[in-house]
């Protein structure tokens, strides 16, 4: 991991995930409107409420969820299993019901992991109507024979589908997204993070200069992206990078997915951003995983991968209650942004230069740009100028040249800068076709 | 190997080399022709003759040989090396003789092999009117000095070369050959175990709805394939597929060598379904070989690869009499049929396919096509049905699905017609061009 | 290393370096003069002066440097350090200098490496007037308190450049270029090793038929090139290939770095005669290294890669006095030289052949090019006749046949010879747009 000037920031991602971490959020609902309102309050975050039943594509608006209580008591009245302990404990969207039932009515609405016998599951009904409660298998196989009285008070009813949106204006409208999945309940690294992560990354990008306009998506997982391309179709046709952020605070190494095209801008600047960290891996799309499969659905086919550190069903505590707070560190949370600040920063600054002085090499030390004595070893910086030069005929971005040259973006976006300021190089913009596609 | 509801074919197709294995092949004659009329009692065989001195491109038809005896007698009289015992032990298509001489005269015409001095090599002079005789490097040593008679009973006369085809019409004239050299006296796997997987597999494939024309060619090695495509240019400018099958039985891996192309569907085709075994091999085109050699000649260019197990030369028992038929394995042979049926169906059901529904992913849920309770992996069908949704953009047939998804294209081409079942997708046919280069 | 009918040459080489060694060179002045007036006694060569001060692209042609003596005198008067002993002891390029100073005034001017301190660093004050010594780093710890007296007679002064040209003509005024930095004082390997090298390739090649014309450019470093290229911009366009030779004399296993088209005909060819010693190594153009640098800049691109044993920097020996006589090897430079000429064998005679019986295989038994008995393995041969008959389809040439089948490029044209001369094959030229890109 690399240490910045923001480590700072560190600790107060992870403070704003404690404080979002006991709210029971679902796809909709209150604890999702309650989520966004606290992020509104580190960057402004508007919010949209599309009615239960509007059709979005293949889909429909769901009916919105709420939820009070739920719970099981034993033959003893004793409640064993209450929501209020811990929002996985009642399986997410579950219709209400109040009733008793002997133990061996109740055992198929018990949801536990045999593998992992401490941990509470998290499970989801959002488009059968059931219900379920999840608990540890040990406290599942501690139950003794008898009747139960099981209680889920909530509701199921027309309502609204809620999301959010931060869009921060830049010099064109072509667009760099940022989609995060903000529907899970108490899962930390899945998404607080995410969402962590996003808002300080919002902060960050609302107070520089900017180039391409940056949209910010707080919405709820497959039904939000597909409930926002649906009624955004224009919108979506301005994207032309995009990040689908999660898992991005466990203590693993940093892993990007490829979009569907898997050559796009955002896939390279990504792949050298993460290839300075040994352990980093960089995957080949595939239709599963997030919001990235409705960017990257064939009528669509945007150019949005998705970045996580391990990724989601990689790590034992997946969709667990293991995937607490504990369980993400506040330095990985601060890595996976400046990576993030960093991927950004070639999508906005990634443009090819013409060098002005093709034939030969120009002399640099009269310039002030080389050592005088020679005989050793060429210090980085020389050699990424000389690197520039050389490939800067029109045909290479900064990128290109830094791939080349395995050379960090930002040290090749330098030697530009100290070219372009003797007068040896010229700023072309983006090569032909290179932003649209 | 993968087991299936044919394994019965395996030890039939073992008894069907047994009762070959005695006959002594060669180029032409009538041993070549009872090979043939036994194979025709399993699937329909047509039976060509091309007169002896017909020209077939820079080739002569050779004149016909045919083989009653050939015997070596020691100076007691006694026959020392006798072709009643094994047909390798006369140099194949030798000319007559019938003198006496010295062992010291008779030296130069014993071939055998020092380096593995129990087997009989196997040798031919087709080209070059010669006689001689193989034996084993053991035996050869044990002769004692004296006069020996030698008698080879053959004719090497104007005459015949014979071929048998067996073609199997489909809906579209353009067709895959099957070319299998079926030349070689008592050796099991080079190329029994060829004739066998053929004449099996055409049987399963007679019966089967076919979309090409498939055609099984019963040829010579070389001068058959050259004789054929001399003779049918028309017929082979149909040909859109084709496999040399040759050693099929031995327990070695399956391996497949390219078309000259590598990169025809063939190719890729063969490639997948070898895939599925860990120690399967695939190896680039080289221009010696079998038949594969005349389809692969730049004048043709023919989208022709082989397919073995371990490849000729590669094997210790290759073109001795250890290649005999304790040898070769009743599973092996299953198990290359089912792969040549697995390869043909990818030839047969190749096609592209368009999402009807291209914007985001389908809910398949209400479709009865995705489980209900969400939270954890993916079942290998479903993610099939993802990958076919995604890609199906009319640029991606089930095979190119099927490569990037690394699912095997059985699940693939199953996912599309569940696909296709509940009106979410529709054929397209091959891409334009597809079938055609 | 591979021996040949001409490893008599290592030997001369080797003493040519001898005569060579004790010269100090730099970019100007009369020790490069000196220099090129030896090498012209083994082939023709023309010697050029370019004057001070003209202006060569970016540059300008610096004032012409000569130096008499330099030395440094202890306080005893003992001249602890005196040019006569070594051409590395001044900083090359050094402006006079004739005065007293303390230990601790003269400390800055005085180099060593503390890390290798029984060796003499090389060090050059080419673009800025400056002056200085080398010397030991254990000879520089000895030094005492005290007062030296330093002495430096050079002169910096208007007067030339000076290079020297080679011009061998071929059929066609296409051109292979060779060039080699001739400026560096006592070092063995970098390059008297490279002009060693040069000047018998150029022998060699003198009384060879040649396709094209072949120049030999002898220049100072850096300068040399840009000088050059600056005053011969028509020549330079009609470069096809080029080599730059340096370090060719050292132990170490042959290395090329590839141009910084990467794929050119040069880039192929060297890769292929490098491919056929295990330990050898192809690099990735990068704009650091010998004067591919100038002839690779983007205004000019020319396919000109770098030859070299253990490259620039790679060997503790660089760049200091361990670099002499006993580094480099007869054995090694004859190796070099013999990979000079097959690269250039390939260059000349690279061709694309059209078969000319390309249905099927042509019958070579009856044309003597092929065993009469089958029945085992191919001779490599005939294995190579198989290939060349096979992608002579007009689209591959001779380079292309030997990179694909891994058959040396003297086989594979052996072969075609052979093929040729039966009528089977007829040369076609360079494809279209092959030479010329």
Same mark, same amino acid.
């Given at each position: 991991?690399?240490?910045?000037?923001?480590?700072?920031?560190?600790?107060?991602?992870?403070? *704003?995930?404690?404080?979002? $971490?006991?709210?029971?959020?679902?796809?909709?609902?209150? @604890?999702?409107?309650?989520?966004?309102?606290?992020?509104?309050?580190?960057?402004?975050?508007?919010?949209?409420?599309?009615?239960?039943?509007?059709?979005?594509?293949?889909?429909?608006?769901?009916?919105?969820?709420?939820?009070?209580?739920?719970?099981?008591?034993?033959?003893?009245?004793?409640?064993?299993?209450?929501?209020?302990?811990?929002?996985?404990?009642?399986?997410?969207?579950?219709?209400?019901?109040?009733?008793?039932?002997?133990?061996?009515?109740?055992?198929?609405?018990?949801?536990?992991?045999?593998?992992?016998?401490? *941990?509470?599951?998290?499970?989801?009904?959002? +488009?059968?109507?059931?219900?379920?409660?999840?608990?540890?298998?040990?406290?599942?196989?501690?139950?003794?024979?008898?009747? $139960?009285?099981?209680?889920?008070?909530?509701?199921?009813?027309?309502?609204?589908?809620?999301?959010?949106?931060?869009?921060?204006? @830049?010099?064109?409208?072509?667009?760099?997204?940022?989609?995060?999945?903000?529907?899970?309940?108490?899962?930390?690294?899945?998404?607080?993070?995410?969402?962590?992560?996003?808002?300080? *990354?919002?902060?960050?990008?609302?107070?520089?200069?900017?180039?391409?306009?940056?949209?910010?998506?707080?919405?709820?997982?497959?039904?939000?992206?597909?409930?926002?391309?649906?009624?955004?179709?224009?919108?979506?046709?301005?994207?032309?990078?995009?990040?689908?952020?999660?898992?991005?605070?466990?203590?693993?190494?940093?892993?990007?997915?490829?979009?569907?095209?898997?050559?796009?801008?955002?896939?390279?600047?990504?792949?050298?951003?993460?290839?300075?960290?040994?352990?980093?891996?960089?995957?080949?799309?595939?239709?599963?995983?997030?919001?990235?499969?409705? +960017?990257?659905?064939?009528?669509?086919?945007?150019?949005? @991968?998705?970045?996580?550190?391990?990724?989601? @069903?990689?790590?034992?505590? +997946?969709?667990?209650?293991?995937?607490?707070?504990?369980?993400?560190?506040?330095?990985?949370?601060?890595?996976? *942004?400046?990576?993030?600040?960093?991927?950004?920063?070639?999508?906005?600054?990634?443009?090819?230069?013409?060098?002005?002085?093709?034939?030969?090499?120009?002399?640099?030390?009269?310039?002030?740009?080389?050592?005088?004595?020679?005989?050793?070893?060429?210090?980085?910086?020389?050699?990424?100028?000389?690197?520039?030069?050389?490939?800067?005929?029109?045909?290479?971005?900064?990128?290109?040249?830094?791939?080349?040259?395995?050379?960090?973006?930002?040290?090749?976006?330098?030697?530009?800068?100290?070219?372009?300021?003797?007068?040896?190089?010229?700023?072309?913009?983006?090569?032909?076709?290179?932003?649209?596609?």
């Amino acid at each position: 991991m690399t240490a910045s000037e923001g480590t700072a920031t560190g600790p107060a991602m992870h403070a *704003l995930m404690a404080e979002l $971490y006991p709210i029971c959020r679902s796809i909709t609902g209150n @604890g999702f409107r309650q989520t966004l309102r606290r992020l509104g309050e580190i960057v402004p975050i508007t919010l949209s409420e599309v009615p239960t039943g509007t059709p979005v594509f293949d889909w429909t608006v769901p009916k919105e969820w709420n939820i009070r209580e739920a719970w099981i008591a034993d033959p003893a009245g004793r409640r064993v299993v209450d929501f209020r302990n811990h929002s996985l404990h009642v399986v997410n969207y579950s219709v209400p019901v109040r009733q008793r039932m002997a133990l061996a009515e109740l055992r198929p609405k018990l949801h536990s992991l045999p593998d992992q016998p401490d *941990l509470i599951p998290y499970r989801t009904a959002y +488009y059968a109507e059931d219900w379920g409660f999840c608990l540890s298998h040990r406290q599942l196989e501690g139950l003794r024979e008898g009747e $139960y009285e099981v209680c889920i008070d909530s509701t199921l009813a027309p309502g609204h589908l809620t999301y959010g949106e931060c869009l921060l204006p @830049g010099e064109v409208s072509e667009e760099i997204l940022v989609s995060v999945h903000s529907c899970h309940p108490s899962l930390a690294n899945d998404n607080l993070s995410g969402m962590a992560v996003a808002v300080f *990354l919002a902060r960050q990008l609302a107070v520089a200069k900017r180039k391409h306009t940056i949209r910010f998506l707080f919405i709820p997982g497959t039904i939000g992206s597909i409930t926002w391309l649906a009624t955004h179709e224009a919108e979506a046709g301005r994207i032309r990078h995009g990040l689908v952020l999660s898992c991005l605070g466990d203590p693993g190494p940093s892993t990007y997915k490829r979009s569907r095209r898997g050559d796009a801008l955002v896939d390279r600047a990504a792949a050298h951003v993460l290839a300075e960290e040994g352990a980093s891996r960089v995957l080949d799309f595939i239709p599963y995983g997030y919001d990235e499969r409705q +960017y990257c659905s064939p009528g669509f086919d945007l150019a949005v @991968g998705c970045l996580t550190r391990t990724p989601n @069903g990689k790590f034992p505590e +997946y969709h667990t209650s293991a995937d607490n707070l504990d369980f993400v560190r506040p330095d990985a949370l601060e890595d996976s *942004l400046q990576k993030c600040l960093r991927i950004i920063e070639i999508l906005e600054r990634d443009e090819a230069y013409l060098n002005l002085n093709p034939k030969c090499e120009p002399q640099l030390g009269r310039r002030g740009l080389y050592r005088a004595t020679g005989g050793r070893d060429l210090p980085g910086f020389e050699m990424a100028l000389l690197w520039v030069l050389n490939l800067s005929d029109g045909r290479h971005t900064l990128l290109d040249i830094a791939q080349r040259s395995a050379v960090p973006f930002r040290v090749v976006l330098g030697a530009a800068s100290a070219l372009e300021g003797v007068g040896l190089l010229r700023a072309l913009g983006s090569p032909l076709g290179h932003g649209s596609c």
